[in-house]
């Protein structure tokens, strides 16, 4: 039975990937980088300098400086950030809602584990501030997701063992992140069907039962 139950963010909780696409877009456009849907898939769970890096494969110019590269992130950022006030409590799900504090009140510890440096802000906006146990997201790691990292902090600041922790993902470098961490792994929507997963959550009322919860 696990203890801990430590969730990835953006495609999990709740979906930001619309705006991650848009944000691009726009950069890209701007600076004249194709880009599209399929290119977005691929930045699932990665970093933003890391996304950045992935978007940049397309460009056929003079190479960008290290300098170059960090505003073009922040421009991004900056306008992924204006798109995300557009997020309110209702892109919280009932049935996330509801699971996650029926998980709570059954004793299990929850954690954020999250590459994003706008976790804080996201959960914010859907109105999970203060909910969990713990979080552990882009600001607090220096290797991204496969690295089992930012899920090992999770356990950290839960005061759990790596072992009793189930990681709910929904990008397989996250997935490979929990085996990396010896954690337990479920996987969700883009994740469903990889083998490394222990579960595959056709709904994310699933873990109610994987965690042995009784009602
Ligand atoms: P930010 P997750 C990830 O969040 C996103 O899936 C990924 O697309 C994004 O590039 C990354 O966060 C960094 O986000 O620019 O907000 O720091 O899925 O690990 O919760
Ligand atoms: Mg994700």
């Not at 900056?78 to 004793?107: C, F, N, P, W």
């Not at 994003?116 to 996201?122: C, L, T, V, W």
């Amino acid at each position: 039975k696990y203890k801990a139950v430590i969730f990835d963010l953006d495609g999990v909780i709740c979906h930001t990937d619309r705006y991650h696409y848009l944000a691009w877009k726009q950069l890209a456009d701007k600076i004249g980088i194709y880009f599209d849907e399929s290119i977005n898939n691929r930045l699932r769970g990665v970093s933003r300098m890391e996304s950045l890096e992935i978007i940049l494969e397309q460009w056929k110019g003079t190479s960008f400086t290290e300098e170059e590269k960090i505003g073009l992130a922040e421009e991004k950022n900056a306008i992924y950030k204006e798109l995300l006030k557009q997020m309110t409590e209702k892109d919280l799900s009932i049935e996330v809602k509801d699971t996650l504090e029926r998980l709570r009140k059954s004793g299990i510890l929850l954690s954020i584990g999250s590459s994003s440096k706008n976790a804080g802000f996201i959960l914010e906006r859907i109105g999970l501030t203060g909910f969990f146990d713990a979080i552990s997201d882009g600001n607090n790691i220096t290797k991204s997701k496969p690295d089992p990292e930012v899920f090992l902090l999770a356990a950290q600041y839960l005061k759990t063992e790596p072992g009793d922790c189930l990681v709910v993902e929904d990008a397989r470098a996250g997935i490979d992140a929990a085996a990396a961490a010896g954690m337990g792994s479920a996987a969700i929507g883009d994740a469903l069907g990889y083998s490394l997963a222990d579960y595959n959550l056709k709904e994310f009322k699933e873990l109610i039962e994987i965690c042995g919860v009784v009602s």
